[in-house]
């Protein structure tokens, strides 16, 4: 091996992990996150593959199987591996078309509440005074109200749909965003690289969302992913109760409100949504908290 590539292997052998590795070295040591990582990874690949998944359309009724029990039970056929429902139609497809509306509603609810948070964090941070006040005041009236009720409120208001019901859980998810911002950006805004980019220059717009936006990112993408959680299980909820997702959608909730007279004559209809419920939100958690441990320095050992 000749001197050069000595130098160069040793060279690369002392360069410190890039950003990207050392976090990955960080979150894999988490097993529950894993789990939940690749959980969530199969999820959105069967829900993106729906239709080539899915057995069978979720609208499809099968009039000579009603209420019949998953293939393990007597009774059951292949055709149905996890059972029908009262109507005759295939709950695995069904859950499977559920996944893809869950974690379609659950994106843009994070993404709408996230964006807004975040101006209205740094809009606190920076200019203070009454443009804090009057954000942060709006703020505590919202967290004073239990964030289901408030939604359930909002819905009723703009009428029970998917739509307003995406909207109403992104204004309750609002407050937490907003407090998480303004708090990582007051701790940032008196270091020296900020009063060194406002020395030289830079307006309010780019000390903002160029200069402290992404110091305060690790915090919020935690928050988020959590935030991801919160949104299916509210989802479900306002589809238990009638004004989420209206039948024939699949949804989780709604499948679970129209399974609720057959809960002790057939245990699948409301086993299998529930599960998944309860899965996919476990699921979010733990790699909420493996995000938590590897983008915060204090808990890395």
């Known amino acids: 091996m000749s001197e050069s590539t000595l130098t160069r292997n ?49 609208f499809e009724q099968f009039r000579n199987a009603l209420l019949q029990p998953p293939v393990w039970q007597e009774g059951g056929s292949w055709e149905f591996i ?33 964006s807004v948070g975040i101006v209205l964090g740094l809009l606190a941070a920076y200019f203070r005074g009454v443009v804090e006040v009057a954000i942060m005041r709006l703020v505590d009236i919202m967290l004073a109200l239990p964030s289901l009720l408030l939604a359930i409120a909002i819905v009723a208001i703009l009428g029970p749909s998917l739509l307003n019901s995406s909207l109403a859980i992104a204004i309750v998810s609002l407050p937490h965003y907003v407090r998480l911002t303004r708090a990582a950006a007051l701790a940032e805004i008196s270091r020296d690289y900020v009063t060194s980019a406002r020395v030289v220059g830079a307006g309010p717009l780019r000390l903002m969302f160029i200069t402290l936006l992404p110091n305060c990112l690790p915090p919020l993408i935690v ?3 959590l935030g991801f959680s919160s949104a299916v299980l509210d989802m479900a ?39 998944m419920i309860l899965l996919t939100v476990l699921a979010f958690n733990l790699m909420g908290d493996g995000l938590r441990d590897a983008l915060d320095p204090k808990l890395k050992h």
């Open 82 to 114: 996890l059972g029908t429902d009262d109507v005759g139609r295939d709950i695995l497809t069904r859950l499977i078309y559920g996944a893809r509306l869950s974690l379609m509603i659950g994106c843009s609810v994070v993404v709408l509440s996230l």
């Open 237 to 275: 909820a306002l589809g238990f109760l009638g004004l989420g997702a209206q039948p024939p959608t699949p949804e989780w909730g709604s499948m679970l409100a129209d399974a609720l007279q057959f809960v002790q004559r057939a245990w699948w209809v409301v086993t299998f949504p529930g599960l």
């Open 223 to 225: 928050q988020a992913t």
């Open 10 to 58: 040793t060279v690369q052998a002392n360069q410190p992990p890039s950003p990207l590795r050392e976090f990955w070295s960080y979150f894999r040591t988490n097993k529950g996150a894993l789990v939940g990582l690749w959980f969530i990874v199969a999820i959105m690949v069967v829900a993106c593959l729906a239709e080539l998944v899915a057995p069978h359309s979720p």
